[in-house]
């Protein structure tokens, strides 16, 4: 093969290679920044960009400090015999802006503590300026001295045992916080903890398997029943189920939570199972209909011929010949209920799955992003697994039949 | 038709679907004639509806609920929102994906790069949510932006923008989330249907001399408009229907409404309006669904 011809192939086709490039960077660059969120420590995730998390850390609060503390302190935080800030037992009296802005309002040696430059009178905007100063006085202090970033697992423990305080969860159990030791055994039990990821987790599943098995194995029989067998109406129930495919689900909610609370379903694993039964047959009858009637009649026509009836037909003969069908079904219908959202917000609030879970866990000012993105991660775990697993598949479902919603 | 051989009873055929029928009456057929019912009434579900209506202003009477459903501001809002998702997201998401699948059809890491696109597909809407949010994050106070398109904007020395609630902006950041999330559906179904083009007619066109692009828009595109047709009413019936990206973003807030998201929030506090709404959403489904039913009736005639 001439060697131009390939350089020239490769020109030609640059343009396409290159939008191809952009649109798949555009497409994973907002999960890839979740993911990699997810693994900063909150200070981190707060301070800067997850994009900077493979670059050395710019040191924060340099700036500040050489302002207002590093005239009497120094550079190194040493310069005043009395008060040595990088002494972690007086830091650990600062932990935070607000003790630091206390101490500095106090006049020292009769003098006012800051004189050149001020302060700013209004508070918010003083420890808006501390905050920055705070963290540097800890990195002055840090053996490991807070340049490189570091990965943690610790959001993913928050996320799973539905932790809500200052710090983080790991940290709170050694330290023995009280608000966290009430709330807390600190060991796997905490996992269980309904506000949690972890006992989400398990409600997802424990929704997810029933209402993926259930409305398969009764869509096989109807299927059958309108591929294979005789019946007046055949066609006019069949164009019928093909109308209901589409049918919103907000159209059913209010009826069946009423029905619910006069049956005793309502915030039960039962309830939802059937909830998700009744709306995953319309779907699964059409493509299993479809798939069953597309086998051949011959095979048919022998096995009858061989004394089979309907039932052995079908439980011996079209189940087994029916598992690509089947496949495509029970990905879609899993898929599909373990992502839902609204139908276990209504029926099963109690039981929180992960959708409604990762909702409760939002903070509207946006202050907890590495324990959302924890989250978030966690729900994606299962679901991406069957997607890359089963990929085809999962396809060939989507390509069989029009789509549920 | 069915072979001779296997005919059966009568009533043999029920034994097999009458499970699946009673499940669908319980959960699908007797919920939507009882939603309709509860769209004439009160707030609570017991009354007629004309007993909300308040002295000296507007009333339908027992269609009060849809009143408020087709002309109050919020649903005035959540309408045209919906129009404005249908004529730029459905529209988005088919050429958007389209597109892909036609340059991804010509190299070798086809499958790896669908893969890609198609990936969204697999998550929640709430996940692809809480991942859009971080996307969209402002930082109001001194720090840095820690959210990417702000940080990128400040970068280039631009002012950070409330990309969520900001209207209308928001309005087409919310459509951003929904195309990146349904184009790599779109991609799909047209990446089969353009494989399924046979490779004869196109490279007899390219003989006589027609150029790539007359190739595609006078053959390939009429070739594939049967599944365009389809991938389009199922994008339709999504947008119509679209209700968590919402929710989790803006909760309809700062003149995101949405259609679903009202009715949503309307469950608890108003069963009535809530209910009317939900009737309007079926209604708005209805051509959709004839149109599907017809479709298979042309299928199965062909067969």
Redesign the interface.
Known sequence: MNPFSRLNSFFN?LP??L??IV??LI?????L??FI?SFRTSED???????TAFSPKKPVGVKEYNAYCASCHGQDGKGVLKADLTDSTLLEKYPRSNRLLGMLRQPINGKPHLIIPELPQKPTDAL?LLTPIVTYMQSLNSKQGFVQSQFTLRNYADALVGYKGTQDYSTDCEQKVPSTLAKFKCRWTDLLNPEGMGRAFLNTIAVAIPSTILPIL??A??A???A????KG??W?F?LL???????????????A??YVNLGLQSTFLGIW??H???G??YA?YLMRNFIGSLP?EV??SV??DGAN?FTA?WQMVLPLSTPAIASLAIFQF?WI?????VAK?FLSSNPV??VQ??NL?DPR?GN?HI??G??FL??II??I???AF?KTF?RG??AG??K? | M??T????G?W???F??L???I??F???????F??FV?SFMDKR?TLPAATSCVEGEPCWGNLENYRYALTSNTMLTALRNNSLWLILMVPGTVIAGLL?AV??D??RYEAL?K?????????????AG??????Y?IET????????LN?FIVGFGGKPIAWLSTPPINNIALMVVGI?LWSG?CM??LS?ALKAVPSEILEAARVDGANELSVFFKIILPLIMPTIV?VTT?MV??V??I??IV??MTGGNFSTEVI?NR??NL?VTD?GR??A???L??VL?IP???F??YR??QQ?AMR
């Open positions: 086709r396409v290679n939008a191809i649109m798949c497409w994973i660059i907002p999960t920044g979740l969120t995730v707060r301070t800067s960009g997850w994009w808006e009764i869509a029989f109807a059958y029943a309108f294979w067998m005789d019946f055949r066609m129930l164009a093909v109308g209901l495919q589409i049918v919103p689900l907000q159209m059913t909610l209010v009826p069946i009423r029905l059937l909830f039964t009744g709306f047959l319309p009858i009649r048919f026509e009858y011929l309907h079908f898929l373990w992502n839902d959202f609204l209504i992960l959708t990762i909702t939002i946006g992003w959302m993105t989250a978030a729900s994606f679901p991406m069957v997607f890359f990929q396809v989507l390509l029009s789509v919603g | 069915v072979p051989i296997m005919k059966q009568r043999v055929p029920f097999y679907l499970p699946a029928l499940i669908m319980i959960f699908i057929v007797y919920p939507m009882n939603t509860l579900g892909f340059l991804a010509q190299v790069a893969s890609i696109i198609f990936m969204p597909m697999a998550i929640s809407f709430i996940g809480i991942i859009w949010r971080f996307v994050y106070g001194r720090g840095e932006q820690i959210g990417i940080a990146w559906f799909t179904i089969a389809v199922t019936i999504n119509l229907k209700f968590d929710f989790v679903a009715m949503f469950i069963t809530s209910m709404i939900a009737v959403l079926v489904t959709i669904m004839i599907n039913v298979f009736r199965e």
